[in-house]
């Protein structure tokens, strides 16, 4: 049973580009949820896709978007890079039932931006 | 909303001793909790929750938490550590108000196992 897989593993952007992060749920999951991990920092939640909508988001600009895909696999978009954007980027599958409250991550994309 | 405080940033321990990582958190709703522990280069894995029911639960590995509400305290113990048990450990906690679906994390608690 595949977990939670991510693409790229790392990634390098200058300032001011675009970069697109990459995430496959663990199989039969069907929501997504990004998360950003700082350096020292916990992860914090960007936004959560189900049946391809956003159904919640956190605190973060415009610039971060996202879309779920109908095999449920998803992508978080990062426009006008800034330096504070460089940070592990972690997906986080799960089941909409409410029995279950776990959420699986996967190993992360790590972002620098130079 | 809610906010998660872990006290320390780096626990040292030596092998084989016991271990307690402090957590507590601040909510104006419902919560459940979680610990997630997050080895060198890898993502998270949970390692235990407490959702309902008996105040202390336990992991396959030896850790156990314990939620006390009025404490609002969600401490993390291991009895007798290993040197595999070095990694960063994230107390989370997940709100009714986001319908259990989102986790607010703490900063982490660097538990570092020596000889």
């Known amino acids: 049973d595949a977990g939670v897989t991510q693409s790229p593993t790392h990634l390098i952007k200058t300032r001011g580009q675009q970069v697109t992060l990459r995430c496959s749920p663990k199989?039969?999951?069907?929501?997504v949820s990004w998360y950003q991990q700082a350096l020292g920092q916990g992860p914090q939640f960007i936004f959560q896709y189900y049946e391809e909508e956003e159904r919640q988001r956190g605190n973060f600009p415009d610039r971060f978007s996202g879309h779920q895909f109908p095999n449920y696999s998803s992508e978080l978009n990062v426009n006008a890079l800034l330096l504070g954007d460089s940070a592990l980027y972690l997906c986080?599958?799960?089941?909409?039932?409410?029995?279950?409250?776990?959420?699986?991550f996967g190993p992360g994309t790590r972002l620098t931006v130079t | 909303a809610q906010s998660v405080t872990q006290l320390d940033s780096q626990v040292p321990v030596f092998e084989e001793a016991p271990v307690e990582l402090r957590c507590n958190y601040s909510s104006s709703v419902s919560v459940y909790l979680f610990w997630y522990v997050q080895y060198p280069n890898q993502g998270l894995q949970l390692l235990l929750k407490y959702l309902s029911g008996s105040t202390l639960v336990e992991s396959i590995n030896g850790f156990e938490a314990e939620f006390n509400k009025s404490q609002t305290s969600f401490h993390l113990r291991k009895p007798s550590v290993h040197i595999s048990d070095t990694a960063e450990y994230f107390c989370?906690?997940?709100?009714?108000?986001?319908?259990?679906?989102?986790?607010?994390f703490g900063k982490g608690t660097m538990l570092l196992v020596s000889p």
């Open positions: 986080a599958s799960s089941l909409i039932d409410r029995r279950s409250y776990e959420q699986y």
């Open positions: 199989s039969g999951h069907d929501t």
């Open positions: 989370a906690v997940s709100g009714m108000n986001s319908g259990y679906s989102t986790l607010t």
